[in-house]
């Protein structure tokens, strides 16, 4: 569904509520169903320099794996990183802290959970699956049923929500090797 369409549903429903009200409500719910599903992934390489503490890039919410790897496309195993306040520092095997980046380490991939940007166009589309966007509809459902006091229905849409919820994080751990990354962020 388009943005626009996302809206025209909410605005058959709730017809006093402003097309702007509706796009921040959307929006609201459509970052809350990214962070609680982690369902947005993508790599980005950095663009390295000699130093050993890098920015991470602007939609990063979390980190799924790093990868470093030498001219001849050899992934290294024996450096760790932490990430703290926004940047990424690497460090040698034994958590050892590195004055400048060594040679041999010519590409450092992020693969990354991030968060995705506003739906300000109504042509534009939320980046999530098809399956989800119904779901984002019934987030905002539940606050204006809330709002109204129709709990009946209120209840019904914030189940939905929270099942879809649930759906999400399913459909986002089966990508790749289908295993549940639990490295810890820090050393």
């Excluded at 058959?12 to 959307?26: G, V």
Aim: charged residues 20%; negative net charge; glycine residues 4%.
């Amino acid at each position: 569904m388009t943005t626009k369409q996302l809206v025209e549903q909410v605005l058959e429903t709730f017809p006093n509520y402003t097309e702007t009200m509706i796009k921040l409500d959307l929006n609201r719910v459509y970052k809350d169903f990214c962070y609680k599903t982690r369902i947005l992934k993508k790599s980005a390489n950095l663009t390295l320099t000699t130093a050993v503490r890098y920015a991470l890039p602007s939609d990063f919410q979390e980190i799924v794996k790093v990868q470093i790897f030498t001219t001849n496309s050899v992934e290294l195993d024996n450096y760790t990183y932490r990430i703290e306040a926004g940047y990424i520092t690497i460090y040698d095997e034994y958590s050892e802290d590195l004055s400048t980046l060594p040679t041999a380490i010519t590409t450092i991939t992020l693969t990354y959970v991030y968060i995705p940007t506003d739906l300000s166009a109504l042509t534009g589309s939320p980046v999530i699956p098809d399956m989800f966007h119904e779901a984002l509809l019934e987030g905002v459902y539940e606050k204006y049923y809330r709002r109204q006091g129709i709990l009946q229905q209120h209840g019904a849409s914030k189940q939905y929500y929270r099942e879809a919820v649930i759906e999400g994080k399913k459909w986002a751990n089966i990508d790749g090797d289908k295993t549940i990354n639990i490295t810890p962020h820090y050393f």
